[in-house]
């Protein structure tokens, strides 16, 4: 039976990371943020398909938005590279936050137009593009300890996809009572809790990175690394390939949810939240772990189990196991997403770091709008069913793939983990 003090110090373990001055007010002024961020993201896609009733104009406003991280986060990672983290995450948390204040005022006076929505999205999805892998990169920069940086990614995951159940919730509620204005004033309101702890912050100056380093230098430099090193190189592949194939599952949710298993909204709403409810038990075990070492074969199984539930989810035809294998869904893609960041994070070079942070947003989120659009055309030929399975089954193949590389990737990272302390070296007699 577990004690008290025994359950006490597990949660101790699990929240390491709050140990750190800096991670406890970036955890809590972010996690407020991503509320209001989740609220306006609901309300701009409310926004647009109420002014214009299309479905296409509804997409392509989030083509546009999400679009600039194709080519804009490796130039961000540059930036980050070259650039003090610090000041310019505060920056563009001021930037996101004036854009909000816009969509605010123009929806609140009535003055709001699609041609509006389109150019604000645009300005957001640049700025954004920007500040992730200034975020993400600047993770280590909060804590005292290295060795606390996968707990702290795993906790970052968490605040995340609770705020992906949270804001929506509250977004709703709010749309149906005062309209989608609030929303946008809720969310520029919010930005002041990131931005006054930020600002709250003692952080040591970053030694590394040049504010001389030419644009072009530093991103050819960036690549060069990226993919010479065979860990980074295919775990930023098999991040490629799941997040294209795969991450599409989450457009189709309505077409199952009315169409092939025959509900409503509140089918749609169940089915999103085991998804949710998955992330957030991923993101609890990636917390507890002790260390980063094993996370490349986790990464492997997890974007099999990942494939293998997409494919059992798009032959299902009941509502309780389609839930079952959505919480495994769920769960196995925080696994990849967040093991990712983890290892990219820990194994990078310091003054190289922001650059390959960028390499994963470009992974994860600049394949997003090309696996929407493929998967909605994919759809309307062959069906969401289908289309699922062939996600699944790429999303097996790519873990194979990484699974026949991981001899190459142990034996070029275990030196690194050897330097950082990670692993003890292995005496000349043994060798």
Request: net charge positive; aromatic share 10%; with cysteine.
């Amino acid at each position: 039976m577990t004690t008290l003090g025994e359950t006490k110090q597990t949660l101790t373990f699990i929240l390491r990371a709050f140990r750190h001055r800096n991670y406890r007010l970036f955890f809590g002024g972010q996690g407020l943020s991503l509320v209001g961020t989740w609220m306006q993201q609901i309300a701009v896609s409310w926004l647009v398909y109420r002014l214009s009733g299309s479905a296409l104009v509804l997409g392509l406003v989030g083509f546009v938005g999400q679009s600039p991280a194709l080519f804009a986060a490796p130039v961000a990672g540059v930036f980050a590279d070259r650039f003090n983290r610090y000041r310019l995450l505060i920056i563009l948390q001021v930037l996101a936050m004036v854009q909000a204040s816009l969509l605010a005022f123009l929806t609140l006076s009535g003055l709001v137009a699609v041609w509006h929505l389109f150019l604000l999205s645009a300005f957001l999805g640049f700025v954004n593009a920007f500040e992730i892998p200034t975020r993400q990169s600047f993770v280590l920069d909060m804590l005292d300890r290295k060795e606390d940086l996968g707990n702290a990614i795993a906790l970052n995951s968490f605040m995340f996809n609770s705020s992906r159940l949270v804001g929506p919730s509250i977004a709703g509620i709010i749309i149906g009572l005062v309209g989608e204005g609030i929303c946008f004033l809720l969310n520029a309101i919010s930005f002041f809790a990131i931005i006054v702890a930020l600002v709250s912050m003692r952080i040591q100056k970053r030694t590394g990175g040049s504010i001389d380093m030419p644009l072009l230098l530093g991103l050819k430099e960036g690549f060069s690394y990226a993919f010479g090193f065979a860990p980074i190189k295919y775990i930023l592949i098999l991040l490629g390939l799941v997040s294209l194939a795969g991450m599409p599952y989450l457009i189709l949710m309505p077409v199952f949810a009315k169409d092939v298993l025959h509900g409503g909204p509140h089918t749609l709403g169940f089915l999103m939240g085991a998804s949710g409810t998955g992330a957030l038990i991923g993101a609890l075990f990636l917390a507890s772990r002790v260390s980063v070492v094993g996370t490349n074969k986790m990464l492997s199984i997890g974007a099999l189990v990942f494939g293998v539930s997409l494919v059992g989810f798009s032959f299902s035809g009941h509502v309780v196991l389609s839930l079952i294998l959505m919480l495994f869904t769920g769960f196995h893609m925080i696994l990849v997403m967040s093991s990712s960041n983890i290892m990219l994070q820990t194994i990078a070079e310091e003054d190289k770091r922001g650059r390959i942070i960028s390499l994963y947003v470009l992974a994860l989120m600049g394949t997003a709008p090309f696996g929407s659009l493929l998967a909605g055309i994919a759809a309307n030929h062959f069906g969401a069913p289908n289309t699922i399975l062939a996600g699944g089954v790429v999303c097996v193949l790519a873990s194979l793939f990484f699974y026949l590389k991981l001899p190459v990737i142990r034996e070029q990272v275990q030196p690194v983990y050897r330097q950082l302390g990670l692993i003890e070296e292995m005496p000349s007699a043994l060798k």
